[in-house]
C-alpha cells in the first residue's frame, strides 16, 4: 500500500479533528457529570459562567494550564513528567480506530478489538508510573492499587469482548455494529448487524459483565479505590498540578467516553439501530450519516450518564472485596458467557437461544448476590432500650422488644433478669 | 544488595494531620504491610489551645465561651456541661422553662452533630451524596440556632442559673416544622446509605470492639451503645428534666462500625421524639434563677456529666470560693473514644482504619482542647 502525502495529511487533519473534538466532549462531560451529581444532590451545580455553567470547564482548563506545575523534590523527574503522556497517550490512540458512523474513523481497522484491547492495557504502565514517580506514598498505593485492579479487571472485558467477536465471528467493529457475512473453513456465516436487534438483547449477560468490569476499569465509584479520596487522597495523581494534573483528567473522561462508547458500539447497536437507511429509504448518505453520529452520540451520553449516576449512589468497596468480586464472580461469569457464545455459534443453534440461556444466568446471579442484603429487619443489629425502675426506683434500660427499624412482629427480648418493673412516667 | 539476608519493610504511612479522612487535625502514623496495618501511632495535640488552664483566668461567665470551642459541633451540649457543675456547685435550682429549652437546643445539637457524622461517615466509605442531604439538614437545624442565640456556633447562650434570653415567640412553631423536615431528611439519609450492599459490605463486622473492652477503653455515647452496653447518662443519672420524659435509646449488638453507624441514626429518630416532647412541656416563666451578678460557688469541687453526642462529656470544677476555678478539668467523649483506635484498627486494611476513625466521631477541638 502505498502512503501518499495526501494520505498523511488527511490524517494529520483528521487526527487534529479527533483531538479537538475529544476536547468539546471531555469539557461538556464534566459540565454533565457535575449537574448530574448536583441534582442528584439536590444542589444547582455550575451556574454562573456561561448559560447554567456551561463555560465552568473552560474555565477550569484555563485556570489548570496556568497554574505552576510543581514537582516534589525527591521525584524521579523523567518518570514524573512521562507519566502523564503514558497515561493521556494510550486513551486518545484508542479513538483512532473508533467508528462514528459507517465509514467515519480516522482509520477504520480490520483488527480494531485487537488493537483496542492491546492499547487499553497499556494505561496501567502510566499510573503505574505516576505512582511510583512521585515519591509519594498515598502515590505509590494508589499506584499500586491502580494496577492490581485494572489488571484483574481487563480479563472479564476482554473476555466479554471476544464472546462478542466470537458471536458477529469479526473483530471489526463496523462488522460487529453494521453487519458482514464471512467463510470459515468453507461454512458461510452471516451477521445480520445490530441494525434490527442491538446485542445487548442477545447478551445481556455480557453487557452487565462488560459495564461493571468497564466501571472498574475506569476506576469509577464504585470502584474508585486507586484514587480514593478518603483513603489515598487522589492516588497517583496527588502530587501532580496544573496542566499536567489536566492531563490525567482529561485521560480520566476520555476513557469513560470511550467505555460508554464501546459499550453502545458492542451491545447498542451504534449508529445503526434504529436503521436509517431503512427508516427513511433513499436520502444522501451524508445525512445518514450525520443522524447515525446525533444517535450514537445521544446513545453513549445516556450510558455515560448511568456511570456518572452510579457515582451520586455508591460507596466504595475495600480492595479485597474488589477483588474478590473480579476474580470470583466477573471472571468465571465472563468465561461462562465466552463458553455459552461458543457453543451457540458453534452448533449452529438460532441466536435468540443466547437470550433464553443468559437472562436466567443473569437473573441468578443478581439474585444470589443480593439473597443477604437490604430486608432492614434481618440486617439491623441495633435495638431500642427503654427506660423503666428497678424496685428501688434506680433508672435502668431494658429492651423494648422493638427493633430499631419498625418491625412490630420481632418478640420481645426483654432479659429476665430485669425486675418486674414499673415503666417511667 | 550487599545485605545477604533479606527481609521486607513495613511502610509507614502518614495519615494525617492534613488528610480528608482524619476530620480534623488528627494524624495517624500507620505501619502497613500491603495494604495491612501492622500497627498505628495516633498523634494529637495539633489543636491544643490550653482551654482547661485558661478557664482557671476567666469567670465562670466567660468559660462558657470557652466550652463552645470544645466540640465545635455540639456547642450547646458542653455548655450544658460546665453550667451544670457549676450550678450543681452552687445549689442552684433551675427554672423549669430554662430546663426545657435547654434541653430542646441540646437534643436539636444532638441531631446537627450526628447529621455531620452520618454526612461525613458516607464520605469515608465513598459515598459523595448522603453528606450533602445531612449538611442541608443541619443547615436548618442552624438556621434555628441562629435566631435563637445569634450565633451559628459559638452561641454563648446558657448560664449559670438559666439561660442568656428567652426564645422567639415562633421558635415552637418553626422547630415543629423543622422536625418534620428532619424526620424526612433522616429517613432519606438512611435510604440512601444505610442498607446498601456496599455500604454493609464496608462498614459490617469491620472494626469490632466488645462490651466489656469497650467499657475498659472508656469509651461512652454511641460508640458504647453500640457494643451492647445499655448506658446512658440522661437515663442513669438524669440531669434537666430527662428524667420526666420518655424516650428509647438504641443499642446495639455486634460493636462494629455499621453499629456505631446505626445507633446514631437511630438516636436522631429519638432525639426528634424528645424535642417534641419538651415543647409539648413548655410552659411560660422565668428563665433565669435569682443569683447575684456574677456567680461564685463555694469552696468545694464537683463533678457533673450530661450525654454529648460524643458521649459522657464530663466536667471537674475545683472552687476556691472565688469567681474563677481554680482548677477545671473536661472529660471530652472524643478523646475517651480515640483511645480505642489501635485495637480496633491494628490488623485491618488501610480502607478501614478511615471507617473506623469514622464511626468514633471524633472532634478535634475536644481532644486537644
Known sequence: MTFTVADAARTALALVGLFLGLMVVVLFLTWMERKLLARIQQRAGPSLVGPNGLLQPLADAVKLLTKEDLRPAEANRFIFWFAPIAVVLPSFLLWTTIPFAGGLAVRAMELGLIYLIGLSVLEVVGLLLAGWGSASKYSMLGGFRAAAQLVSYEIPIIVVIIAVAVLVQSVDLRHIVAGHTTTIAGRTIAFAGQGGVPLALIMPLGLAIFFIAGLAELGRTPFDIHHAESEVVGGPFVEYSGAHWAAFYLSEYMNTFFISTLAVLLFFGGWSWPSFETLLGATPVWIINALGVAWFLAKVLVVASVIFWFRGTYPRLRIDQLMAFGWQVLVPLSFANLILVAAVVYYGWPIWTLTLISIPVLVGVAWLASRRRADPGKVTTVRMYRRTRRADGEPVLVPNGTPGFANPDEPSTAPSAAPASESAR | ?369
Open chain 2, 1 to 369: 544488595m550487599p545485605d545477604a539476608q533479606q527481609s521486607t519493610l513495613d511502610l509507614m504511612l502518614n495519615m494525617g494531620p492534613q488528610h480528608p479522612a482524619t476530620h480534623g487535625v488528627f494524624r495517624m502514623e500507620l505501619a502497613i504491610d500491603g495494604e495491612r496495618i501492622v500497627d498505628v501511632i495516633p498523634h494529637i495535640g495539633y489543636l491544643h489551645r490550653g482551654s482547661e488552664k485558661l478557664c482557671e483566668h476567666e469567670i465562670y461567665s466567660q468559660i462558657i465561651t470557652l466550652f463552645d470551642r470544645l466540640d465545635y459541633v455540639a456547642n450547646f451540649n458542653n455548655e450544658l456541661g460546665l453550667v451544670l457543675a457549676v450550678e450543681k456547685l452552687m445549689g442552684i435550682e433551675v427554672p423549669e422553662r430554662a430546663s426545657w429549652i435547654r434541653m430542646v437546643l441540646c437534643e436539636l445539637n444532638r441531631i446537627a452533630s450526628h447529621l455531620l457524622f452520618a454526612g461525613t461517615f458516607g464520605l469515608d466509605a465513598g459515598a459523595i451524596t448522603p453528606s450533602l442531604y445531612t449538611f442541608r439538614d443541619r443547615e436548618k437545624i442552624q438556621a434555628i440556632f441562629e435566631a435563637t442565640s445569634g450565633a451559628r456556633m459559638m452561641h454563648n447562650y446558657f448560664r449559670v442559673g438559666g439561660i442568656k434570653e428567652d426564645v422567639a415567640e415562633d421558635f415552637g412553631p418553626r422547630v415543629e416544622k423543622l422536625l418534620g423536615e428532619l424526620e424526612r431528611g433522616i429517613d432519606e439519609v438512611d435510604r440512601v446509605l444505610s442498607f446498601g450492599d456496599v455500604f454493609l459490605a464496608r462498614t459490617k463486622g469491620v472494626g469490632v470492639i466488645s462490651g466489656p473492652d469497650a467499657v475498659d477503653w472508656g469509651l461512652s455515647g454511641p460508640a458504647l451503645r453500640a457494643s451492647n452496653v445499655p448506658y446512658d447518662v440522661r437515663v442513669y443519672e438524669p440531669y434537666c428534666l430527662y428524667d420526666r420524659i420518655e424516650f428509647g435509646v438504641p443499642v446495639g449488638s455486634q460493636g462494629d462500625t455499621w453499629d456505631r453507624y446505626y445507633t446514631r441514626i437511630l438516636e436522631m429518630r429519638e432525639s426528634v421524639g424528645i424535642v417534641r416532647k419538651c415543647l409539648a412541656a413548655m410552659e411560660p416563666g422565668p428563665i433565669m434563677a435569682q443569683l447575684r451578678r456574677i456567680a461564685r460557688p463555694p469552696r468545694g469541687e464537683v463533678y457533673a456529666h450530661a450525654e454529648n453526642p460524643r458521649g459522657d462529656f464530663g466536667v471537674y470544677i475545683v472552687s476556691d470560693g472565688g469567681e474563677k476555678p481554680y482548677r477545671l478539668k473536661v472529660r471530652p467523649p472524643s478523646y475517651c473514644n480515640l483511645m480505642a483506635l489501635r485495637d480496633l484498627v491494628v490488623g485491618q486494611y488501610v480502607a478501614d482504619a478511615v471507617v473506623i476513625l469514622g464511626s468514633l466521631d471524633i472532634v478535634l477541638g475536644e481532644v486537644d482542647r
